[in-house]
């Protein structure tokens, strides 16, 4: 069974940085694209990170640019998102995903509070 | 950057009706479109991938048509099950845009 389970997710003061990561298991991690997609409490799904399978490639909502960088490490089948300079509005849940076209499945997420 | 729209944000519909949701993009997409599901509390779900094919094991009230700019995804027959909140979403190269989303509820 394909499994992606997200974690890291925290309180953390804006300007401070957090990592999260998703532990996937259930297929050949190295061979697929991975993302991340934030959803703000009561808002709609944002996409916010993707990379390919090799970890070559990636890529990040403008929202994100310069501040988020996502990784992977396909020797422990975990995918990463280091988050820097968080603000108020980076608060939501965070999911990851399997896809290059399409998501599926998702993780549970992991829930990233930016306060004071 | 491609801008996706839906409409309506939101609808009440009476179980065994008809429900269509509408989906626009700010520019020709081809069918690079995929339709999930959200229900209260759990993680998205896709349901329909390139526009009109059936993701394995989704019931076969859902479908989806399209192409171009302009996308349809269809419940049948609604069923209490299906409450949920839907989203479109367009992909090119690993980068990705969601619609803002449909609430469907039952009335």
């Known amino acids: 069974e394909v499994q992606l389970v997200e974690s890291g997710g925290g309180l953390v003061q804006p300007g401070g940085s957090l990592r999260v990561s998703c532990a996937a298991s259930?297929?050949?991690?190295?061979?697929?694209?991975m993302s991340w997609v934030r959803q703000a409490p009561g808002k709609g799904l944002e996409w916010v990170s993707s990379i390919t399978g090799d970890g070559d490639i990636t890529y990040h909502a403008d929202s994100v640019k310069g501040r988020f960088a996502i990784s992977r490490d396909n020797s422990k089948n975990t995918l990463h998102l280091q988050m820097n300079s968080l603000r108020a509005d980076d608060t939501a849940l965070y999911y990851c995903?399997?896809?290059?076209?399409?998501?599926?499945?998702w993780g549970q997420g992991t829930l990233v509070t930016v306060s004071s | 950057d491609i801008q996706m729209t839906q409409s309506p944000s939101s609808l009440s519909a009476s179980v065994g009706d008809r429900v269509t949701i509408t989906c626009q993009a700010s520019?020709?997409?081809?069918?690079?479109l995929n339709w999930y599901q959200q229900k209260p509390g759990k993680a998205p779900k896709v349901l329909i991938y390139?526009?009109?094919n059936l993701e394995a094991g989704v019931p076969s009230r859902f479908s989806g048509s399209g192409s171009g700019t302009h996308f349809t995804f269809t419940i049948s027959s609604l069923q209490p099950e299906d409450i949920a909140t839907y989203y479109c979403?367009?992909?090119?190269?690993?980068?990705?845009?969601f619609g803002p989303g449909t609430k469907v509820d039952i009335k």
């Open positions: 520019q020709d997409i081809s069918n690079y």
């Open positions: 259930g297929f050949t991690f190295s061979t697929h694209a």
């Open positions: 995903a399997k896809g290059a076209y399409y998501f599926e499945p």
């Open positions: 390139d526009a009109s």
């Open positions: 979403q367009h992909y090119d190269n690993l980068r990705f845009t």
